[in-house]
């Protein structure tokens, strides 16, 4: 854990080996932008979620939070309430320090709709979403907003999930939009991605990799290489990173 410095006014990232992050590099631009000079933004990587208290509890000058993988389920029982938004989703990737406790927003699902919407086309009208975190609850929340049919593919699917070893061509050929909420990929592990029959993607699958660090993934790499259209998550980070910031600042 880093030790927060003396500032009026810090923020940060909570999550599990996030050095890959781009989050505090952007914050601080974003703060040398505005001439903030009593602002940090600071990697919060905690081992386990028991350390939330301690960090939290430590801390005099924190003001907000971001949240990523694996906390964005597991920091909810440490906050004092939910808007509604986040809680009809079940995650949180924004917390707000308050006179009241802490509050928790989820600003992915504002990040990803506004990032993926462009990119929508008539065909588009049932997705996959690999992975059932708590990033996958935001995709879900944006696909039914967006009437979107969707299903999770797990690894451990439950009623209503398909696994990774159902995924067909008659299946793929269905499911056009392709979302990836799972780490795979993620820098430094550059070569891995989810076990998907890519030789099944044709000019009409949308893949979406909610990953930005590389800015193509070998997930991606493989749906360019058929001709789908492709997405990271460099401009879904952006968007959900400016409404974390509206939020603290409200």
Sequence with gaps: MEKIENNKHSFGLVGKDISYSFSKGYFAKKFEDLAL?????????????????????????????????????????FLTSLNKKAKKIGAVNTIRFTKKGLKGY???????????QPLLNKNHTKALILGTGGASK??????????????????????????????????????????????????????????????H?????????????????AFLQEGETKGATICNGYSML????????KIWNS
Aim: charged share 25%; glycine share 2%.
């Design 37 to 77: 000079e009593d602002h940090t933004y600071e990697n919060f990587d905690l081992q386990s979620i028991s350390q939330f208290k301690e960090l939290v509890h430590n801390s005099k000058t924190l003001k907000g939070l971001n949240v990523t993988i694996p906390y964005k389920e597991e920091v909810i029982p």
């Design 106 to 116: 989820n600003t992915d699902a504002y990040g990803f709709k506004k990032s993926i």
């Design 138 to 199: 935001a995709i879900a929340y944006v696909f039914k907003e967006l009437k979107i049919k969707y299903k999770f593919v797990s690894r451990s699917p439950k009623k209503k999930q398909f696994s990774y070893d159902d995924l067909d061509q008659k299946i793929l050929s269905k499911y056009t939009v392709i979302v990836n909420c799972t780490p795979l990929g993620t820098h430094p592990d550059i070569e891995q991605k989810p076990a998907i029959p890519y030789q």
């Design 201 to 217: 993607l044709n000019e009409n699958h949308l893949l979406f990799d909610l990953i930005y660090n590389p800015e193509k993934t």
């Design 238 to 245: 952006e968007l959900q990173a400016e409404k974390s910031w």
